[in-house]
């Protein structure tokens, strides 16, 4: 049974991905079914803010000069990575919050917190009644390839296990992989990824923590269960 896995998420997380699937002895494949670009915006008044929401680690990597103004605030994080590239884009005060965008809210209502500026992405939801004031600003997008890569659909038909980072990609993945649902794996970061997949896979897991490195370790307990 293959040791492949389909990594579809975009670069620079793909990177990541991939790397921690070569130290677990997996084989991946990375063909991204979106393109992270940046968008120009205005930075408001650093002055109004108490704080600095990061829900992606791609809103700090290409949130360019805009964000200077900022650094002296507190960034709470969603998660290791999104705080590693806040550390790594020069803020000082980085405190890392829980996986999900509603959970970090509470945490940063709970800090005192009373209006916080929310660089994020184009399809970044609103987090609904946080406690305290957002205001956010696009910064980035995740634009959506037009038909699946055929690095992909290559793997896939040597039965590599495809691995769902959002709900996002899986909605876009079902689109463009309708053919290969029937033969194809697929392991979910969430419940919420594998229900925006659809049923009707081969097989369909979902990771115990919406974490990569839990999605990769289970990525290597099913290729390696397959090979028993």
Do not use: Q
Request: proline content about 7%; overall charge positive; aromatic content about 6%.
């Amino acid at each position: 049974m293959s040791r492949e896995v389909l990594i579809l998420r975009a670069w620079p997380g793909a990177k990541d991905s991939a790397g921690r699937a070569l130290a677990l002895g997996l084989e991946p494949t990375v063909a991204p079914l979106f393109t992270i670009v940046r968008r120009y915006w205005t930075p408001p008044d650093a002055a109004r803010f108490d704080a600095v929401m990061l829900t992606s680690a791609y809103a700090a990597h290409l949130g360019g000069p805009g964000l200077a103004a900022f650094r002296r605030l507190p960034a709470f994080a969603v998660g290791e990575a999104t705080a590693a590239a806040a550390a790594a884009a020069g803020f000082a005060d980085v405190r890392t919050g829980p996986a999900n965008a509603a959970a970090l809210a509470r945490m940063i209502a709970a800090a005192g917190v009373t209006a916080a500026f929310h660089p994020r992405g184009a399809d970044v939801a609103a987090v609904p009644n946080p406690g305290f004031e957002i205001e956010s600003a696009i910064v980035y997008a995740a634009e959506p390839v037009g038909a699946l890569p055929e690095a992909a659909a290559a793997a896939l038909r040597r039965d590599a296990l495809a691995l769902l980072h959002s709900p996002r990609a899986g909605a876009h993945f079902a689109a463009l992989a309708a053919g290969f649902r029937l033969t194809t794996r697929i392991a979910a970061i969430s419940d919420a990824a594998a229900a925006a997949a659809g049923p009707g896979w081969r097989e369909c897991h979902v990771a115990p923590i919406p974490r990569d490195h839990a999605l990769l370790e289970l990525a290597a307990k099913l290729c390696k269960n397959a090979r028993t």
